[in-house]
C-alpha cells in the first residue's frame, strides 16, 4: 500500500483512534478537575481521593486546586509513560507485542469508560496507565518490524506516516471531546473517548494477520550482546535523555496551557466562546500539514546526501519547542496585562507542531532500526520512561504555575527547549559515531 507494508496501516489507524481517546479525554482532564471534580460538592465522592491527597500534600505542602490538579495530572501521565517499560518486557519475553496490545486497548476503552463517573475518577486513572503500559511500547515497536531488514529509509518515512496517524488522532480528540464537554457535559466528552477505544481494537484485530508475530522477536532472545551492541545502548540512552527537554518544554501544553488560556486569553470571539481544549489540536494539525512538505524535502536531500540526520531533526525540533514558548513571553510582556489575543497561544501551538513533526519520529526511528534486536520493545519502553520523568518534571512546573509570573513560567521553558539543542551540539558527533555500529 503506496509502497509501505499493509501492516504500517492497520497499526497507523489503531493508533489513530487510540490517540484519538487519548488525547480527547488529556484536553478535558485538568480542566475537568479544576473546574468541577476537585470542588467540594464533588471531591468528596472520589474512590481515595482523601487519602491520595494527603500523601501528596505530605510531600508538596498543603495544595491548592490548580496545583494539586497540575501534580496529579503529572503523575497520571507520568505513570502512562512508565508502565510501558513493563508491557515491553512482558510482551518481549511471555505473550508477544500483539496479545499485549489487545489486552491494552481492553484495558484503556474500560478506563475510558469509568472515567465518565466521579466516584471511578482514580479508578478509571489506573486502568488507563495499565491499559497503555501493554499498548504503547509494544505498537510503536511493532512499526519498525513490518520492514525488513535494512529498510532504513522506507522504515523512516513509516514512522513519519505512523506519527501522522497519531496527530491526526490527536487533533480529532480535542475538537469533539471538548465540543462535546461544552456543549453536553464533561462525561459526553469521556464517553466518546471510551467508544472510539474500541474501534481501535477493532482495526487491529483486522489486521492481526499482517502484523509480526512473537516468533521473530523471541528468536533475538538467544543472541549474545557485543561490545559495540552495549555502546549502541549507551549512545541511545544519551540521546533517549536529550529529548526530555523539548518534551518537557511541549508537553506542557497539556497542563498549564489550558488554565493559563482560561485565564489570560480572550476566548468571545464573534459571539462565540472558543472551547479551550481546541488549542490543543492545533499542534497536531500542524504536524499533519507540514509532515508531506518535510517529507519531500528530506527525500530529496536524502538523494543528494545533504538530509539531516535524526539527532539533526532532534536538536531543530528543541529549537522551536524554545521559539514557541517565547511566542508566549512576547504576547504577555506586550498585552500590557490585557487578555491575550487567541492569535497568540495559536501561533505556539503551530510551533509545537513543527517541533514534534522534528524530533518525536527521529527519536523513534533510531530505536527502532539500531537497537539490539532482542532488546527493541525495551528500550522503545525506555523511551517512555523518559516520558515518565518528563510528565513528573512538568507537573512539579504546572503546581509552580501560581506562584511565578505567567512570562516567567514560559520563560522557563525557553530555557529547557533550548537546552535540547545546546546538548545535541556538544555530544552529537561523538553520538552519531557511536550509532554507526548499528
Same mark, same amino acid.
Given at each position: 500500500?503506496?509502497?509501505?507494508?499493509?501492516?504500517?496501516?492497520?497499526?497507523?489507524?489503531?493508533?489513530?483512534?487510540?490517540?484519538?481517546?487519548?488525547?480527547?479525554?488529556?484536553?478535558?482532564?485538568?480542566?475537568?478537575?479544576?473546574?468541577?471534580?476537585?470542588?467540594?460538592?464533588?471531591?468528596?465522592?472520589?474512590?481515595?481521593?482523601?487519602?491520595?491527597?494527603?500523601?501528596?500534600?505530605?510531600?508538596?505542602?498543603?495544595?491548592?486546586?490548580?496545583?494539586?490538579?497540575?501534580?496529579?495530572?503529572?503523575?497520571?501521565?507520568?505513570?502512562?509513560?512508565?508502565?510501558?517499560?513493563?508491557?515491553?518486557?512482558?510482551?518481549?519475553?511471555?505473550?508477544?507485542?500483539?496479545?499485549?496490545?489487545?489486552?491494552?486497548?481492553?484495558?484503556?476503552?474500560?478506563?475510558?469508560? !469509568?472515567?465518565?463517573?466521579?466516584?471511578?475518577?482514580?479508578?478509571?486513572?489506573?486502568?488507563?496507565?495499565?491499559?497503555?503500559?501493554?499498548?504503547?511500547?509494544?505498537?510503536?515497536?511493532?512499526?519498525?518490524?513490518?520492514?525488513?531488514?535494512? /529498510?532504513?529509509?522506507?522504515?523512516?518515512?513509516?514512522?513519519?506516516?505512523?506519527?501522522?496517524?497519531?496527530?491526526?488522532?490527536?487533533?480529532?480528540?480535542?475538537?469533539?471531546?471538548?465540543?462535546?464537554?461544552?456543549?453536553?457535559?464533561?462525561?459526553?466528552?469521556?464517553?466518546?473517548?471510551?467508544?472510539?477505544?474500541?474501534?481501535?481494537?477493532?482495526?487491529?484485530?483486522?489486521?492481526?494477520?499482517?502484523?509480526?508475530?512473537?516468533?521473530?522477536?523471541?528468536?533475538?532472545?538467544?543472541?549474545?550482546?557485543?561490545?559495540? /551492541?552495549?555502546?549502541?545502548?549507551?549512545?541511545?540512552?544519551?540521546?533517549?535523555?536529550?529529548?526530555?527537554?523539548?518534551?518537557?518544554?511541549?508537553?506542557?501544553?497539556?497542563?498549564?496551557?489550558?488554565?493559563?488560556?482560561?485565564?489570560?486569553?480572550?476566548?468571545?470571539?464573534?459571539?462565540?466562546?472558543?472551547?479551550?481544549?481546541?488549542?490543543?489540536?492545533? /499542534?497536531?494539525?500542524?504536524?499533519?500539514?507540514?509532515?508531506?512538505?518535510?517529507?519531500?524535502?528530506?527525500?530529496?536531500?536524502?538523494?543528494?546526501?545533504?538530509?539531516?540526520?535524526?539527532?539533526?531533526?532532534? !536538536?531543530?525540533?528543541?529549537?522551536?519547542?524554545?521559539?514557541?514558548?517565547?511566542?508566549?513571553?512576547?504576547?504577555?510582556?506586550?498585552?500590557?496585562?490585557?487578555?491575550?489575543?487567541?492569535?497568540?497561544?495559536?501561533?505556539?501551538?503551530?510551533?509545537?507542531?513543527?517541533?514534534?513533526?522534528?524530533?518525536?519520529?527521529?527519536?523513534?526511528?533510531?530505536?527502532?532500526?539500531?537497537?539490539?534486536?532482542?532488546?527493541?520493545?525495551?528500550?522503545?519502553?525506555?523511551?517512555?520512561?523518559?516520558?515518565?520523568?518528563?510528565?513528573?518534571?512538568?507537573?512539579?512546573?504546572?503546581?509552580?504555575?501560581?506562584?511565578? /509570573?505567567?512570562?516567567?513560567?514560559?520563560?522557563?521553558?525557553?530555557?529547557?527547549?533550548?537546552?535540547?539543542?545546546?546538548?545535541?551540539?556538544?555530544?552529537?558527533?561523538?553520538?552519531?559515531?557511536?550509532?554507526?555500529?548499528?
Amino acid at each position: 500500500m503506496f509502497g509501505h507494508p499493509k501492516g504500517l496501516f492497520y497499526l497507523a489507524f489503531t493508533e489513530l483512534w487510540e490517540r484519538f481517546s487519548y488525547y480527547g479525554m488529556t484536553a478535558l482532564v485538568v480542566l475537568y478537575m479544576v473546574n468541577q471534580l476537585l470542588l467540594p460538592g464533588h471531591a468528596e465522592n472520589i474512590i481515595g481521593f482523601a487519602e491520595l491527597r494527603a500523601r501528596i500534600e505530605s510531600l508538596a505542602g498543603p495544595m491548592s486546586t490548580k496545583a494539586l490538579a497540575s501534580q496529579i495530572f503529572g503523575f497520571y501521565s507520568g505513570l502512562v509513560y512508565f508502565t510501558p517499560l513493563i508491557g515491553g518486557l512482558i510482551a518481549d519475553r511471555w505473550i508477544g507485542q500483539r496479545n499485549a496490545v489487545v489486552i491494552g486497548a481492553l484495558l484503556m476503552a474500560s478506563g475510558h469508560l !469509568a472515567m465518565t463517573f466521579d466516584e471511578s475518577f482514580l479508578i478509571a486513572l489506573a486502568l488507563l496507565v495499565t491499559g497503555s503500559g501493554f499498548l504503547k511500547g509494544n505498537i510503536t515497536s511493532q512499526v519498525g518490524a513490518v520492514y525488513p531488514p535494512g /529498510d532504513d529509509e522506507r522504515s523512516a518515512r513509516g514512522f513519519v506516516i505512523y506519527s501522522t496517524a497519531i496527530n491526526t488522532g490527536a487533533v480529532l480528540g480535542p475538537l469533539t471531546c471538548g465540543l462535546l464537554a461544552q456543549v453536553y457535559g464533561w462525561h459526553y466528552g469521556f464517553g466518546a473517548a471510551a467508544l472510539l477505544m474500541l474501534v481501535a481494537l477493532a482495526i487491529y484485530l483486522a489486521g492481526y494477520r499482517h502484523l509480526p508475530a512473537k516468533i521473530e522477536r523471541a528468536a533475538a532472545q538467544h543472541e549474545t550482546l557485543t561490545a559495540a /551492541d552495549w555502546r549502541v545502548i549507551g549512545a541511545l540512552v544519551a540521546v533517549i535523555v536529550i529529548s526530555i527537554f523539548p518534551s518537557l518544554a511541549y508537553f506542557q501544553h497539556f497542563n498549564a496551557l489550558p488554565i493559563w488560556i482560561q485565564e489570560h486569553v480572550a476566548l468571545d470571539i464573534a459571539g462565540r466562546r472558543i472551547p479551550v481544549p481546541w488549542f490543543q489540536s492545533i /499542534d497536531s494539525l500542524t504536524s499533519i500539514l507540514v509532515a508531506a512538505p518535510l517529507l519531500i524535502i528530506w527525500r530529496r536531500q536524502a538523494a543528494r546526501g545533504t538530509a539531516p540526520t535524526n539527532l539533526a531533526k532532534i !536538536a531543530r525540533g528543541s529549537w522551536l519547542t524554545a521559539a514557541s514558548s517565547l511566542i508566549l513571553v512576547a504576547a504577555i510582556t506586550f498585552s500590557g496585562g490585557n487578555p491575550v489575543h487567541p492569535i497568540w497561544p495559536f501561533l505556539y501551538c503551530v510551533g509545537l507542531g513543527i517541533a514534534f513533526i522534528h524530533y518525536w519520529p527521529a527519536l523513534l526511528a533510531l530505536v527502532s532500526r539500531c537497537a539490539p534486536a532482542r532488546l527493541v520493545g525495551t528500550i522503545m519502553g525506555v523511551v517512555f520512561v523518559s516520558l515518565f520523568f518528563t510528565s513528573l518534571m512538568m507537573g512539579w512546573l504546572g503546581a509552580q504555575y501560581e506562584r511565578m /509570573d505567567p512570562s516567567l513560567f514560559w520563560a522557563t521553558h525557553v530555557a529547557i527547549g533550548a537546552a535540547g539543542g545546546l546538548l545535541v551540539m556538544i555530544f552529537g558527533r561523538r553520538l552519531e559515531r557511536m550509532l554507526q555500529a548499528a
